[in-house]
């Protein structure tokens, strides 16, 4: 269960949010929506304590997120960045800046197998393969490390609808996680349970 109260959140030139408050149940897949600009990618940095809100409290399964508890909190999830930006060059440099262990390595190829991109992986430079299979292979990345909560930033924006139904077979077949996504997508906005509006 994530629990977000009166959250205030601003930079000089924006304010994010003020007293935003949200809860999100485990298992539930929720996604945050509003126009570009708004604040929803902050909001997932908030989650994962990459940033700090000047208020409010935020509580992942019971716990206060504070620095005594960043690292647990850390533990329990996984964030995909938005374009999938990655200070890493192919699905082989992803398995050692995530420090896969054999099963997650196993899960790896499974979810790149199911998602369509085997091919794309080992080796082979994300310059030289498109946008929507670096997607792909970066969300099989997430997926094989088998967190609780996922943080999605525009999971979906470079897939094609095909795509998308693979990966939502594929989540499909991975019960009770929690997901917390941004997306302008209708697809994947009807593939949530609820969203969220920031
Ligand atoms: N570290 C920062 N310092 C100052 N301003 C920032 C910082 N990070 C984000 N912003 C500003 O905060 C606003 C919200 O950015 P954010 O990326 O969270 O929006 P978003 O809703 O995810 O947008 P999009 O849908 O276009 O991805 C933007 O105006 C952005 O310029």
Redesign the pocket.
Known sequence: MIKCENINLS????I?CENFSFEVATGESVC?S????????????VLMGF?IPQSGKIQVDGLDLNSDTIATIRNKMIWLP?NSNLPVDSADELVVLLQMKEEQIRKFNQFLEQLGVKEYGGDRSFNEISGGQKQRIVLAACLSLDKPIILL??PVSALDDYSIDLLFATLGSLPNKTIVS?S?NKKWLDFCDRTIE?
Do not use: A, C, R, W
Request: glycine share 12%.
């Open positions: 930079f000089p030139k924006q994010v945050i509003g126009p570009s600009g708004k604040g929803k990618s902050s909001l997932l940095k940033m938005q930033d525009e941004t302008h920031l």
